[in-house]
């Protein structure tokens, strides 16, 4: 019997899986595609990471955590084999990170100005933006811009290269190509079916205990098992575009005006249906390549196997084409239509909760008591993968019992996090948090 099966191998579900390696479980990780990752939230070479937050904010905490933990795993590859030098700036590219507000907004702004962040971010009114960042931003609004190492963006797909090393090098092992078919309780334990994509052959692996972390699969793989599932974790579907300025326009540019730009992302505007943009890919001599889309254009999902390769609608991509020429337009540079350059557009998915928050939690058995060998790590909407490795974290210390003293804000992740009920009997909450 295999000790610990982790089902799904996006971040969670690897992060998870290197923690409980890293502190000696055997586990198994199981991931229906195979290694070359296409299709998934985790996709892509860019994630907003953030650390400002409000007093006490748990994904401020979650995000600290994390880049402590990147280095703890940059650590142990080096040391195992000096000669591949790893190191956190393969993860993280610093960059300040700018939001932009509603002037009614203030008091959530206001709500940031704790005593430790002072030194690490600065806000302007529409009257001191440019002086302070060289943007013209507009009537009622309010920029707010962070500036601290490791803020800025991180690098999922670097994350999990580095993460699947750790986890062989500890002696986890990882099934690509492998789907879970089935899961149910047996003889104390549990018995997965897992199908080889290739072979189309079945096998039962048995556990004794199990994550699920199948992203917005999550509640297809617990329909038996836990059905209710189906109304903690609503799968939504949204665009996000590629973009670059067409060489011709960009070789115009100042150098002054490409600085400018490259401090201006990554960019995230809580205006309207919440915008965001990030530099996916710097280029040397050309445009770098933009990714960008809107936090809240989400849309329903009829068949979640084909949202990877649907085409987005035309209306969501002039939506976001209008939301990045307005963004330049406040950094006093002007593209017209033409100037931009599509890449490649396509919908992801985000799976979102009833609370709005993430979820790392045991649940509820049919027979309504708590089966705490069964965890499921998920909903993590748009704010996933700068706290992935104090989620993972969390999952081995439910798994193999805390490790030392909890502290305070600990325990307020616990509690945010990893409360089973709160999804389930919390009304919808409002949004309103930070991205
Ligand atoms: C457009 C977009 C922008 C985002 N921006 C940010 C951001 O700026 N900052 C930030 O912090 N976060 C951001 N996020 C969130 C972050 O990327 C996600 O929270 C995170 O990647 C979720 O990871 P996951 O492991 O839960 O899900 P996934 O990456 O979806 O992983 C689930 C895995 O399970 C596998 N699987 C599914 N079913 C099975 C099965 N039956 N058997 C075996 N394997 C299975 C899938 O193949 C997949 O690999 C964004 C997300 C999206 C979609």
């Not at 579900?13 to 985790?42: F, P």
């Not at 986890?167 to 789907?179: L, P, S």
């Not at 999550?218 to 836990?226: E, N, Q």
């Not at 919908?347 to 499921?376: A, E, H, M, Q, W």
Request: charge should be positive; include cysteine.
């Amino acid at each position: 019997m295999e000790n610990i099966v982790v089902i799904g191998g996006g971040l969670m579900g690897t992060s998870a899986t290197w923690k409980l390696a890293e502190r000696g479980a055997k586990v198994t990780l199981i991931e229906r595609q195979e290694e070359d990752y296409l299709h998934g939230s985790s996709f892509g070479t860019a994630r907003i990471s953030r650390s400002l937050g409000p007093k006490k904010d748990v994904f401020s905490y979650a995000h600290n955590i994390t880049v402590k933990e990147v280095g703890n795993i940059i650590a142990f590859l080096n040391a195992e084999n000096p000669k591949e030098k790893h190191a956190v700036e393969d993860i993280y590219t610093t960059s300040p990170v700018s939001y932009l507000f509603h002037r009614n907004q203030y008091d959530t702004i206001d709500s940031f100005r704790f005593k430790k962040q002072k030194k690490d971010f600065n806000r302007a009114s529409q009257s001191s933006a440019f002086r302070k960042f060289g943007m013209t931003i507009p009537v009622n609004t309010i920029l707010v811009r962070e500036r601290k190492e490791y803020s800025g963006t991180l690098n999922p797909t670097e994350l999990l290269k580095k993460l699947r090393l750790g986890i062989a090098k500890k002696g986890g092992e990882i099934k690509y190509g492998h789907e879970v078919a089935g899961l149910v309780k047996k003889d104390g334990g549990f018995e997965i079916s897992i199908l080889n994509t290739k072979t189309k052959k079945t096998n039962a692996l048995k556990a004794k205990k199990v994550i699920v972390a199948a992203g917005p699969y999550t509640v297809s793989i617990l329909k038996d098992f836990a059905p209710y599932f189906n109304r903690v974790i609503t799968p939504k579907k949204i665009a996000i575009s590629y973009l670059k300025i067409k060489d011709e326009r960009y070789s115009q540019l100042t150098e002054t005006e490409k600085n400018t730009i490259h401090n201006a992302f990554p960019f995230f505007s809580q205006i309207g249906k919440e915008y965001f943009a990030v530099i996916s890919k710097p280029e040397k001599n050309t445009s770098p390549v933009f990714k960008a889309g809107g936090h809240q254009k989400r849309r329903n999902i009829h068949d979640l196997d084909k949202v990877w390769t649907d085409e987005p609608r035309k209306k969501e991509l002039k939506w976001i084409r209008k939301q990045f020429r307005k963004h330049f337009k406040m950094l006093e540079i002007y593209l017209s239509k033409k100037d931009i350059e599509e890449v490649k557009s396509y919908y992801c998915v985000y799976s979102d909760t009833r609370s709005k928050n993430p979820l790392i939690t045991p649940i509820f058995s049919k027979s309504g008591s708590l089966d705490r060998n069964i965890l499921v790590i998920g909903g993590m909407s748009g704010v996933g993968a700068k706290g992935c490795l104090c989620y993972g974290s969390l999952c081995a210390d439910l798994m193999l019992g805390k490790e030392g003293k909890p502290n305070k804000m600990y325990r307020k992740l616990l509690n945010v996090f990893s409360n089973p009920s709160v999804n389930l009997y919390t009304r919808r909450a409002k949004r309103g948090r930070l991205f």
